[in-house]
């Protein structure tokens, strides 16, 4: 398979304040606010450089998110900033009717999102926002996996012109995406091409799916490994083409099966090419506290797993 | 400039259009559209500096108004085709199929004057603060207004909204509550205890002022007052006690009214009582 080399640890919302940072000195109608988690959601760089340009609203995500609309309908581009909990649950009307139906230029960023927030518990640990914000028409959804991809998918949202999602991690992850890749809305990176089975990931779990592709080849399983960074709107070519040559599929999140990339994925299919198909995420449950890593393991989301759902998608075919 | 008994005039047959438009297609809320027929015509045809024939949604070098409680879209709509946003006959399709008048105010229906979504309630003074920040970011001195209810001051939102304002002295709004007393459920002060509107936005840095909303004359002359306050470190709020059904005697102050379309029977009752001034659409 095709070797992607550490290039180092951290943190996908480091990704998004170096591109928030470079977002705001490309275009000055670049605006950030925050509810009273700067430094957490990484927007403390920008709100450092340019802070006639950063509002902190305190600890109100709904005046936040309409303000941001009030902002982009006159011409700004608004990134509004807090846990993924927040920023998509909390303000999920203020969304629905003053950004996606109002049609406004505003990026939710999501810090924190998923089972890896750890210790604080399943409050703080959404697991369901991308079904949240996938629902509403409108919306793009992005879920960049290590920090080079998070810096790329946040410039890339600044100059999308239309609501977007970007969710990111808190804790410190492998860097394997070279700084060079391409980044396109809409368009998926297959990171390794493969026969047996069609392996998409996001977020996360991309490096997991990675570590999962090595120990499939070495059990002589040709694993194709299909990087979903934009999970609305979906790149239906690539899944498609993908299953129609593996015959398989397995999808790989830090969500819930229910609205996720997986559901994305198996409507795609069953509309198109029915085939069997795993999901590898979080079913139907609520997380809780523990360690990033531990967490990973007990909802069965690493690379092992990812191999025992290849395997069984394969012996259905 | 228009004299009194002109505004007065466009009022009445913006009655008149609320009441024909809602009568048509048996939906819609009468009751708060009545009651704020003097304060759009007093904002559209002489406080406010608006541009109808060069409509753009980003505003700039002109007054904005955002409206909170979007179930009041009929007067909002009839004071924009009568200001010439867009033709008056296109008032007859409020609430149909393929309608640009939406049931609620959208943005997504294109209709000229309308900037935002409302209709789920507590949203529209964040959204026009969020325009007032981005009018002193690009240097311009216009300024943006809001219309809430006082029912609508329910929403946790709007304290969200009116503790960032204060907080910021975002100055160049002006924010508007219908204070006619009633909502769905009954009187506001039964419902939650809605009381003392004035005390409880000075005590969240704001400039307050109070006038009589059915009375054209003190209307303008406290809408100006409250241009004369923008620009001094604070948000205006104007409490403005005004009369649900304001027009209609049966539908005066009668929270039944609030979204309730009149019979024809009912309508003609309401007409005769309005005089037809610029010509129905």
Partial sequence: ?317 | MKNISELQDIATQIRRDVLRMINSCQSGHPGGSLGCADLFTALYFNTMNAAPETFAREGRGEDMFFLSIGHIAPVWYSALARRGYFDIKELSTLRQLGSRLQGHPSYHSNLPGVRAASGSLGQGMSVAIGAALAKKLNGDSNLVFSLHGDGEVEEGQIWEAAMFAGANGVDNLISIIDNNGVQIDGRCKDVCGVVNLKQKFLSFGWDVLECDGNDMQTLLNTLEECKQHAHLGKPVMLVMKTQMGKGVDFMEDNNGWHGKAPNDEQMQNALSQLKETLGDY
């Fill in chain 1, 1 to 317: 398979m095709k070797e992607y080399k550490i290039l180092g640890e951290k943190d996908t919302r480091s990704g998004f304040a170096e591109g928030l940072l470079e977002a705001g000195r490309e275009n000055e109608n670049v605006v950030a606010l925050c509810a009273d988690l700067t430094p957490s959601v990484r927007m403390d760089l920008f709100a450092k450089e340019f802070p006639e340009r950063f509002f902190q609203t305190g600890i109100a995500e709904s005046n936040m998110v309409s303000i941001a609309s009030g902002m982009a309908l006159s011409g700004k581009v608004a990134f509004v900033g807090s846990f993924a909990a927040f920023s998509t649950g909390r303000t999920y009307d203020q969304i629905r009717q003053s950004v996606a139906y109002s049609d406004c230029n505003v990026k939710i960023a999501g810090s924190h999102a998923g089972i890896t927030l750890g210790e604080d518990g399943a409050t703080h640990q959404i697991l369901e926002d991308i079904g949240l914000m996938r629902m509403m028409p409108n919306m793009v959804v992005i879920n960049p996996c290590d920090f080079n991809q998070t810096k790329q998918a946040t410039l890339a949202a600044a100059r999308y012109n239309g609501p977007v999602y970007l969710r990111y991690g808190r804790p410190k992850v492998p860097v394997f995406i070279p700084e060079d890749m391409p980044f396109e809305i809409g368009k998926a990176i297959t990171l390794n091409e493969g026969k047996d089975v069609s392996i998409f990931a996001t977020g996360h779990l991309v490096w997991q799916a990675l570590e999962a592709c090595k120990q499939l080849e070495a059990e002589g399983i040709n694993a194709e490994i299909i990087n979903i960074h934009t999970i609305k709107p979906l790149d239906g070519k690539a899944v498609l083409n993908s299953v129609q040559k593996t015959g398989c599929a397995v999808s790989c999140e830090e969500h819930m099966y229910n609205g996720g990339l997986g559901d994305a994925i198996a409507q795609l299919l069953v509309r198109n090419h029915p085939a069997p198909m795993e999901f590898v995420g979080i079913d139907d449950e609520f997380g809780q506290s523990g360690k990033p890593m531990e967490l990973m393991k007990h909802y069965h989301l690493m690379a092992e797993d990812i191999v025992l759902a290849a395997k069984k998608a394969i012996n259905r075919k």
